[in-house]
């Protein structure tokens, strides 16, 4: 293994970008103009081999479709040879057995696709370089720590007092050694979700999904007070749920799952898997993978891809499955009608002991009514009926729409019996079968125990 002298502190970090289009490095050297960085430019693996054996690099940025040496093989040639510097992957295809071969034996440190978003590269390159500095740090600290023990061992024949006073030192140097550790396993959490940022670009905004899942399974750990590992965890599985569907076509991303075709239903049951894959060989990664491989399993055993029932599903599948469903409910990519967040979560109750945890449902709903002010399904007041179900006295909870979006009735619309009467007419006259959220006043549901 060659080594590389490592940079100074007063260096500007060293960047060698190589793509045998000169345009693309033309592109990418005016936008790193003005940086605080050093870069260097290769049109070949060869030529960046070459480069990098006459000086330090810090960072190399590789296109991985180049004539002679692709992306992969340079980069792993360069894992070799200089483990310390980062790698990463630059793209313009979503090729799964290159990401695969670039993430196994190139130990690539992230994957962007073009063309790409200018601050979003400026941030991907300012949070790379980061985590090189935060990992020398520690390795850093590892050889002082061996340095201190080696002194310890001489002392320790003779003289009692220094030995004590090392040894404090020692444990001192141990916390220093836990708080970088900490700090690298939270800057996975970060780059994390940064790479969910990009891969989302694949997806309209209203689609998008991973942003939301996120934020609500933070609140469901910060809520019910999980140990830091998991809520970690949970947080990063999230973040990469469906890292598996990048090779898909834009087409099939968008497409409800429920209507998809024979062929593209099977390829849609094999994400979890591609997504575990994808995420194995970066250790803080594995029990987050673990919690996507299976968070397509259902209650009652049906589920993908091992069929597993009941509690020996991961509680954090569960938990990630129950997240996925109520936001990919509400963006059309389950069914072909997108639903109201009270809609996906009558859906999800109506599933319950089949799709999802019994012991998680309820709770999970009173949790996506602190998250968002617009679920009214968590107050027990609130009954979901059909417009033939309607009394007068009952108030609206949340807004009516036609199936068209037109908005019939808003929130806090007391009903009568001329009204409840109009709308089922309507609902008749365009076919339709309304789920109407409404609040029963006490007066309104005394007499109709009284009726009954």
């Known amino acids: 293994m060659e080594e590389q002298l490592p940079t100074t502190v007063t260096d500007k970090p ?15 050297r005016r936008l790193l103009r003005g940086q605080p960085y050093e870069v260097l430019l290769a049109t070949s693996g060869a030529q960046a081999l070459e480069i990098m054996a006459q000086q330090p690099i810090d960072l190399v940025m590789s296109d991985a479709r ?4 692709d992306g992969s093989t340079l980069l792993a040639h360069i894992h070799q040879r200089y483990p310390d510097t980062i790698r990463i992957m630059l793209t313009g295809y979503a090729d799964p057995s290159a990401i695969i071969k670039a993430i196994n034996e190139g130990q690539i440190h992230r994957y962007i696709s073009k063309p790409w978003h200018d601050e979003e590269m400026l941030l991907t390159l300012r949070q790379s370089l980061a985590y090189q500095h935060s990992e020398r740090e520690r390795l850093r600290l590892v050889q002082e720590t061996w340095d201190q023990n080696e002194k310890l061992k001489l002392l320790n024949a003779t ?14 140097t141990a916390d220093m050694l836990d708080l970088a550790y900490e700090e690298l396993k939270r800057s996975y959490v970060t780059g994390t979700e940064v790479f969910s940022l990009l891969a989302n670009l694949r997806l309209p905004p209203t689609k998008q999904t991973n942003r939301q899942i996120i934020e609500l399974v933070r609140v469901y750990c910060k809520l019910h007070g999980l140990d830091e590992g998991t809520s970690r965890d949970l947080t990063m599985a999230a973040a990469l749920y469906n890292i598996g569907k990048l090779s898909w076509t834009d087409s099939m991303m968008s497409t409800p799952s429920d209507l998809l075709h024979h062929n593209d239903r099977e390829r849609y049951r ?7 894959s994808l995420l194995m060989t970066l250790d803080p990664m594995k029990d987050a993978a673990r919690l996507i491989l299976h968070h397509q399993e259902r ?18 599948s569960r938990l990630l499955k129950l997240a996925v469903d109520f936001i990919e409910l509400q963006r059309g990519l389950i069914l072909e009608r997108q639903m109201n967040s009270d809609e996906a979560l009558v859906y999800i109750r109506q599933y ?6 019994p012991e998680l449902v309820e709770d999970f709903i009173q949790v996506c009514a602190t998250y968002l002010s617009d679920v009214t399904l968590a107050d027990p007041r609130v009954k979901v009926l059909t417009t033939r179900d309607l009394v007068a006295g009952m108030i609206l909870a949340r807004n009516l729409n036609a199936d068209n979006g037109m908005l019939l009735l808003n929130a806090g619309k007391v009903l009568n019996g001329p009204l409840v ?4 007419a309507f609902e008749a006259m365009e076919g339709a079968k309304y789920s109407i ?4 006043p006490e007066e309104v549901e005394g007499a109709l125990l009284e009726t009954s």
Not at 14 to 28: A, R
Not at 299 to 316: H, V
Not at 352 to 357: A, H, N, P, Q, V
Not at 437 to 440: D, S
């Open 14 to 28: 060293k960047l060698l970008l190589v793509d045998d289009e000169e345009s693309i490095l033309n592109s990418l």
């Open 66 to 69: 180049m004539p002679n040496m």
């Open 159 to 172: 003289l009692e007092k220094h030995v004590a006073a090392r040894t404090s030192e020692l444990q001192q």
């Open 270 to 276: 094999g994400y979890p898997k591609q997504s575990e």
């Open 299 to 316: 209650w009652d055993g049906s589920g993908f891809p091992d069929r597993l029932k009941g509690e020996a599903i991961p509680f954090g």
């Open 352 to 357: 319950t002991g089949r799709l999802y945890d």
């Open 421 to 424: 009467e109009k709308l089922i």
């Open 437 to 440: 959220f409404v609040k029963v």
